[in-house]
T-cell receptor, first 113, second 112 residues
């Protein structure tokens, strides 16, 4: 059974700091990995999707890496802003399952002005 | 292009009642997945519909059921509601199996 773990559970940083969120998964047979953002009480916004054959994806100040063999992914946020405050979730899609995401419990990020 | 929409936004039900939640998929998408997210937890996969057929189910009892219509919109039905069913219910659509999923805003269900 696939298990996804995110560390840390919560993180508080001053504005402008660069930060790294970690995600690990137990079964390396994944099809892709997605990072999502969730604001309180809201739905999920997809940030980055990395296919299993890729090593990283970048969008603006965000960079996500994937090491499939070791079961790890990181989300790097550069020059953090108060508007980045949210919960960040990673999810893996297992090969042959067809879009059934297994999520971690998320990292709650607070960026202080 | 219209994104994924869900209705209602919020719902309060009494234990033992039945509820129906609705989801309209994004244009061009034929796959809909439903997830349950309890407070402080990550979403849990309930089931998925692909071209009107169920394509897999998570660890949820049979009182959770669903439908997908010819226009690929979907319903989630929950019978005999329990207090633990209180959660945010998320719908996601994609243009096929194993494609990127796009999530709706969710329906907040409270069971009292």
């Amino acid at each position: 059974k696939q298990e996804v773990t995110q560390i840390p559970a919560a993180l508080s940083v001053p504005e402008g700091e660069n930060l790294v969120l970690n995600c690990s998964f137990t079964d390396s047979a994944i099809y892709n990995l997605q990072w999502f953002r969730q604001d309180p009480g809201k739905g999920l916004t997809s940030l980055l999707l990395i296919q299993s054959s890729q090593r990283e994806q970048t969008s603006g100040r965000l960079n996500a890496s994937l090491d499939k063999s070791s079961g790890r992914s990181t989300l790097y946020i550069a020059a953090s802003q108060p508007g980045d405050s949210a919960t960040y979730l990673c999810a893996v899609d297992k090969e042959t399952s067809g879009s059934r995401l297994t999520f971690g419990e998320g990292t709650q990020l607070t960026v202080n002005p | 292009e219209t994104g994924v929409t869900q209705s209602p936004t919020h719902l309060i039900k009494t234990r033992g009642q039945q509820v129906t939640l609705r989801c309209s998929s994004q244009s061009g998408h034929n796959t809909v997945s439903w997830y349950q997210q309890a407070l402080g937890q990550g979403p849990q996969f309930i089931f998925q519909y692909y071209r009107e057929e169920e394509n897999g189910r998570g660890n949820f009892p049979p009182r959770f059921s669903g439908l997908q219509f010819p226009n690929y919109s979907s319903e989630l039905n929950v019978n005999a509601l329990e207090l633990d069913d209180s959660a945010l219910y998320l719908c996601a659509s994609s243009r096929g199996l194993s494609y990127e999923q796009y999530f709706g805003p969710g329906t907040r269900l409270t069971v009292t």
